[in-house]
């Protein structure tokens, strides 16, 4: 079988990680990589990711989260978070690195900035958020799919008090707001989930070629 | 370099593709059984992926998408689609799937059904399209990656004319519409893209420890 079918097949939904076996520093510099090199609509990158250490601030997260238990027992604590302001600092922000990399003038983009700004202006801000959560999950199969290739384990948690893990972390000061949990680790030979059989669709319930 | 890594260096969004090349039928067969493979939230798993084959569909989807060339000449067009009934339909098929691979009884589920039929009945319909738009994002790398380690070129597309393409394809019908376009093939040596720089902020702007 395909080496990333097999990847696919082998991580799930980790509820239990060995809290004797930690995800190394290489490995997380890795992620963050991998999460920096992502696609994005329009290439705005409206995200930060933010990785918690710290054991009380992952306790106190955890109380937002109900009570789930590797969200606290864990390696390391990602936090996805939405930016919250895409806006022409953003554009020029993305467009100041673009010229800087390519070696070419802003002047030369000017075509292309039109488009972006023409984007953030006309866009409503509720709806400007929910392009920012898209891009958001769209982020995080790229780290969960990296996540499989290095046999490390990972439980995304959705169902959280955001508000909550925004005013724990300090987010909104920051514009930006939390949109997923990911602790990762090793999981436990006694995590209940792992017996789980994975549940999906059958192939022809999923797709139709046309 | 980690291999993911490179790969995620190598792949950009193609705006040409090489016509006298066609991904193969069995390629695209392990495309649909990643995408299948996907996780979503609450495992509902609210998308179904069109794959357009026919010449004269893709010629009427990229008149719907600023006439972008890589809409029409690929190998084929993947269009990613959000279910529009989240419902409890939806939640007994993924408990009697459930039922079926663990060999246990829908009894067994109960407690989880009771958080389903919660979720999609205290949710705002509105915000259901939201869940879904979110899991066929997360999806959308899981293909994108595969793609990248299949050295498969592609091209999301996200800025084009729902409505146009889900009446092309008769999708409302269905209960589904369509979020993002993925033409897939190989770049053409010709593509102006190819000669760009991938622009990522840096490190320092994307992630912070805590």
């Known amino acids: 079988m395909n080496k990333f079918i097999e990847n696919l097949n082998w991580r799930y939904a980790t509820k239990e990680f060995d809290t004797s076996k930690k995800v190394s520093r290489g490995d997380l510099d890795e992620i963050i990589e991998v999460f920096r090199l992502s696609a994005s609509g329009f290439w705005l990158q409206p995200w930060k990711l933010f990785v918690i250490e710290d054991e009380d601030l992952k306790k106190q997260i955890m109380g937002a989260a109900w009570n789930q238990k590797q969200v606290w027992e864990n390696s390391y604590l990602l936090v996805f978070a939405k930016n919250l302001n895409v806006d022409k600092n953003l554009v020029d922000k993305y467009l100041d690195r673009s ?62 008090d955001n508000e909550k893990v925004d005013a724990i972390l300090s987010l909104r000061d920051k514009w930006f707001a939390s949109v997923i949990l990911l602790p990762i680790g090793y999981r436990s030979e006694n995590d209940t989930n792992l017996k789980r059989k994975k549940v999906r669709f059958e192939k022809e319930d999923i797709f139709e070629i046309m």
């Open 99 to 160: 010229a800087e990399l390519n070696w070419i003038s802003r002047y030369d983009l000017s075509g292309y900035e039109q488009t972006l700004l023409w984007f953030v202006d006309s866009t409503p801000r509720e709806y400007l958020q929910i392009f920012s959560e898209n891009q958001v999950y769209l982020s995080l199969w790229n780290v969960l799919a990296f996540l499989a290739d290095k046999k490390i384990d990972s439980c995304p948690v959705w169902g959280f």
